[in-house]
């Protein structure tokens, strides 16, 4: 069966029919879950289980965004709280292993969750650097201020979740740090200069660009092209995302109906795909913005396909973990933060 280049929510903790109905008849390429999906862990993995047989794809890939701190869909009393991110920035400064080492713990500790009920895919880590001044929105999300400190970071969540049969996902390429907007409401523009941007933003993903999979940034570079958002922009996926960056991986959008993109929901997936990201991703689970998406999706073909092919076969099997043991070294590292 052909997938659609398109990536969906749904509304509720369970699959209604008309969602059944969508999901056979437009053959999404996967899912992502956010917390009004979640009640319990036995609804979640059923809820995994009943997207997967509409697909009619036993590894239909599911996603959703478990970073730890304020972005986590999975939290208490079912599953614990995890640092965010700029705690394993804080212990980086103190020892550089020891940092890495958490940072790789949390993730792994994450992807045994995950993997549990049947999440296969994160949207993590986040190689964000942010600036004095930009908006909260990415804030403590990120690792650091300097671009190597925050790839190295990144690379030891990575670890963490591939050791644990989860697929990361790269963001926001090619920066969200210096955005002074929030871009779930409203466009942010960057005005830093091309030369800055290449020594700080976009050194940070350069290292990391190996990785199978990136979401886009909804953010305007004016010194690169002043009219379109690097989500939809040809200049900065072409030149920058698949240039200078070097990323050669299946390059999904961030959600299409987030405020920061303009026109009607068909428009901004036309101008998505136009701009040569192979996969639009749509997550609020409204199912009239969920046809008018699909309506758009080409099919999964050509070089996307094989991109997204490679991705999937990039996720390995778990490997064994000592759950009690990882989550008590975790803490262990975190109160070395206070401790200091």
Known sequence: MTNRAFITGVSGPVLSDAERDFIRAERPWGFILFKRNIEAPAQVAALAEQLRKA???????????????????????????????????????????????A???????????????????????????????????IGNRAYGTEPDKVAAIARAVTDGLEQGGVLPVLKH???????????????????????????????????????????????????????QPATTSATIIEQVIRGAIGFQGLLMSDDVSMNALAGSMAERAQAIVSAGCDIILHCNGNIDEMRAVARE??????????RANQALAARKQPEPLDRQAARAELDALMDRIGTA
């Open 297 to 306: 999706a080409p099919e999964l073909t050509g070089k996307a396909l094989e």
């Open 173 to 227: 390429v090619p920066g969200h740090g210096r955005a002074t907007a929030d871009s779930h409401f409203r466009l942010p523009t960057v005005d830093a200069a091309k030369s800055e941007l290449e020594r700080t933003d976009f050194a940070a993903f350069r290292p990391l660009a190996n990785l199978p999979m990136a979401m886009t940034a909804h953010v305007v570079f004016s010194a690169l092209d002043p009219a």
């Open 55 to 101: 697909a009619g794809q036993a590894d239909a890939p599911i996603l959703i965004d478990q970073e730890g701190g304020r972005v986590q869909r999975l939290g208490p009393p079912h599953w614990p709280v995890y640092p965010p991110g700029a705690s394993f920035g804080a212990l980086y400064d103190i020892d550089r292993n020891l940092g890495l080492t």
């Open 103 to 137: 940072a790789r713990l949390s993730s792994r500790l994450i992807a045994a969750d995950l993997i549990d009920l049947g999440i296969t895919v994160d949207c993590l880590p986040l190689a964000d650097v942010p600036v004095a001044g930009a908006d909260a929105v």
